[in-house]
């Protein structure tokens, strides 16, 4: 069972929009949280992330906000680019289980922003 | 600096063979990760390492697969009778001390191809 859902696979947003990806969560336990960014043949980079005391976190362009008893989290970029575009993974982490440090991602959504 | 490199960037194996997949960490990171992704899916925990010792393997599919770390720095992952279902696109990440809020960082990739 998939514990960390990003339910649309792509997304089109026009330059200069707002772009929110979203991410869905099953386990209350994870208590940090990260989006990544990959652009073909690389591996995943890190852009943001919220630890679960808060509910945003702002890094230029980019926020993320965490809805915990939703177990939803989004990440917004305003305003979109072209080198935005990229395949965005949500991930996971912490808990008080012995694999507190491994990162469990989401299936990714492909971020495409026209020009 | 450098950041993680993985080599080969490529591997084409065929159905039963052995195969060895290197990565070269961030110098001074001791946390060393190996994941998984298939195509259309996120990464997928592998095993962990913290220094030379494997802390968590939970992710390994079977024990055709092993992982070493002996000094500390490079890991090699190793498949033996390699499956066509083996063929994915096998990430190393390291990050600086392991604790579950240190930032991971992804090398390039080796993509197997199992024929």
């Known amino acids: 069972d998939q514990q960390v859902k990003q339910n649309s696979p792509s997304l089109s947003v026009q330059e200069g929009r707002i772009s929110i990806l979203n991410c869905d969560y099953t386990n209350s336990m994870f208590d940090y949280f990260l989006w990544y960014k990959k652009y073909p043949a690389e591996g995943p980079t890190f852009l943001i992330s919220?630890?679960?005391?808060?509910d945003k976190n702002e890094d230029g362009r980019f926020t993320v906000f965490l809805n915990k008893s939703a177990k939803h989290l989004s990440l917004h970029i305003v305003p979109s680019q072209p080198g935005d575009s990229a395949v965005y993974f949500c991930a996971t982490t912490g808990g008080s289980s012995g694999s507190a440090r491994q990162l469990t991602f989401g299936s990714g959504t492909q971020l495409t922003v026209l020009p | 600096g450098a950041g993680v490199s993985q080599t080969p960037s490529n591997k084409v194996t065929e159905k039963g063979k052995y195969v060895e997949l290197r990565c070269d960490p961030i110098?001074?990171?001791?946390?060393l990760y190996w994941y998984r992704q298939s195509l259309g899916q996120g990464p997928e925990f592998l095993i962990y390492f913290q220094g030379t010792g494997a802390a968590d393997d939970s992710g390994l599919p079977n024990d055709r697969f092993f992982a070493v770390r002996p000094e500390g720095s490079v890991s090699t992952l190793k498949i033996q009778r390699t499956e066509r279902g083996d063929s994915a696109v096998y990430l190393c990440?390291?990050?600086?001390?392991?604790?579950?809020?240190?930032?991971?960082?992804f090398g390039p990739g080796t993509r197997l191809t199992v024929l």
């Open positions: 110098s001074g990171h001791t946390a």
């Open positions: 919220i630890s679960s005391i808060k």
């Open positions: 990440a390291s990050s600086s001390s392991g604790t579950f809020t240190d930032t991971q960082y």
